[in-house]
C-alpha cells in the first residue's frame, strides 16, 4: 500500500534487462551510442516529427530547465501555473540556467491555467518597455501538479494564446504518458500539432530508472541545447544506459501500457474512496493521482494499518477533532496492484 510516489516505485524488468544487455562490450559514449540513434528515431516516428530533435537527460529538473534557457532570454518571463512543477518543485533551477529569467504565475483551479487568466497576465507584462521583463514564453504542466490532465484541445488553447504574442511554448511531461493515456490523444497531437515548441517526456516516473527526453520540434536549437546540456554538466559519457532505458520503454509501446496501468489503479481507488461516508476529492483524478478529503480518523487508521502517502498539503495535522476533513495525496504507479488499492480501501471503509 504504498502510494507516496510513483518515483518511489521499482523500474520495470524490461528497463533492466536493457540495461544489461547494453553493458556488453564496448560502445561509443556521450550519446554518439547506436541504442541513440534508435531511440531518435524511434521517438521521431512516435510523434510525426522526423526533423525533431532528440536529447536525452538523467532528471525531470534537468529537461525542464535546459528547455527553458534554449527559448527563455535573462530578461523575459515563463508564464506558468502558480503551482507548476517548475515554480514549486525545481528549487530556482529555471532561473538558474536561464540566467535569471522570471516565473510570471497565472491563476487557475485544479493547477490549470486559464485561456482568460494567460491571455491578462500576458498582456500585464512588459508594459514598461525596458524598465519590466519581457515576455518570454509559457509552459504548460501535462499532467498537472494537481493530478489534473488537460485535453488536447485546452493545451491548443493556451498555445493559441502564446503564439498570438510570439511566444514559444513548453510542455512539462514528467507524466506525460499518463495524460495520453486518459485523453486518447496521439503524441503528435498533445504536442507540435497543439502548438509545443519543446517537450519535457518523462521516464522516470513511470517505470524508468532515471532518464527523461528532451524533443525539440524547432531542430534550429538543436544545438544550443547541446551547448547547454554539455556547459551544465548533463553530459552522460556512458550515455548508452540513458539509452538503454528510453528505447525499452518505447518498445510496444511499454511506457503507454505502464502509464494506462497506473491510472486505472488511480481510478479504482478514486472510485473506492468516493463511496466512503465523509469523503471527497478536492481535485478531479484524471490520471494517476488522486487527492482525497478524509476525516482525520480514518487517514489515522490507514496510516497506522501500514499505507503510506502524504497528507497534502503538508501544514495539516492528523491531531485533532476526528470527523474533521483533511486532504492527502496518493499516487499510483505502474505495479500498483488491486491488492493494494483494496487493502487500502479497506482500512478506511
Not at 472510485?271 to 483524478?285: E, F, M, T, V, Y
Amino acid at each position: 500500500m504504498y502510494f507516496s510516489s510513483d518515483n518511489s516505485s521499482p523500474a520495470h524488468p524490461k528497463v533492466l534487462e536493457a540495461i544489461s544487455k547494453a553493458n556488453e562490450g564496448y560502445m561509443p559514449s556521450y550519446g554518439t551510442d547506436p541504442i541513440m540513434d534508435e531511440v531518435r528515431a524511434r521517438i521521431r516516428e512516435t510523434f510525426e516529427a522526423p526533423e525533431a530533435a532528440v536529447y536525452l537527460v538523467a532528471t525531470g529538473s534537468t529537461a525542464n530547465a535546459l528547455s527553458l534557457a534554449c527559448f527563455c532570454p535573462p530578461w523575459a518571463t515563463v508564464f506558468c501555473h502558480r503551482n507548476a512543477h517548475i515554480e514549486e518543485d525545481e528549487c530556482g533551477a529555471p532561473e538558474f540556467y536561464t540566467g535569471g529569467a522570471k516565473m510570471t504565475l497565472v491563476e487557475g483551479p485544479h493547477a490549470k491555467m486559464t485561456p482568460a487568466n494567460l491571455r491578462r497576465t500576458i498582456e500585464f507584462t512588459g508594459r514598461g518597455g525596458v524598465h519590466n521583463v519581457q515576455r518570454g514564453m509559457v509552459s504548460i504542466t501535462n499532467v498537472t501538479e494537481a493530478g489534473t490532465v488537460y485535453t488536447t484541445a485546452e493545451v491548443a488553447e493556451l498555445a493559441g494564446i502564446a503564439k498570438e504574442y510570439k511566444l514559444p511554448v513548453h510542455l512539462d511531461g514528467a507524466r506525460f504518458a499518463n495524460a495520453l493515456a486518459t485523453s486518447n490523444a496521439s503524441p503528435a497531437e498533445m504536442t507540435w500539432r497543439a502548438g509545443v515548441d519543446v517537450l519535457s517526456f518523462g521516464g522516470t516516473k513511470n517505470g524508468l530508472i532515471g532518464v527523461e527526453a528532451v524533443v525539440i520540434f524547432d531542430p534550429a536549437k538543436a544545438w544550443e541545447f547541446e551547448l547547454r546540456r554539455k556547459r551544465g554538466g548533463h553530459l552522460f559519457s556512458k550515455h548508452r544506459y540513458l539509452s538503454a532505458q528510453m528505447l525499452s520503454y518505447l518498445e510496444d509501446n511499454l511506457w503507454l501500457d505502464l502509464a494506462r496501468a497506473s491510472n486505472r489503479a488511480a481510478q479504482r481507488l478514486s472510485d473506492g474512496i468516493l463511496k466512503i461516508g465523509g469523503s471527497s476529492l478536492i481535485h478531479p483524478a484524471d490520471a494517476n493521482m488522486v487527492f482525497p478529503a478524509l476525516p482525520r480518523a480514518l487517514h489515522r487508521k490507514a496510516m497506522e494499518g501500514g499505507a503510506k502517502y502524504y497528507i497534502w498539503p503538508g501544514n495539516q495535522s492528523l491531531d485533532g477533532p476526528a470527523d474533521e476533513a483533511v486532504s492527502a495525496r496518493l499516487v499510483c504507479s505502474w505495479c500498483t496492484t488491486d491488492e493494494d488499492v483494496d487493502g487500502f480501501l479497506g482500512l478506511i471503509s
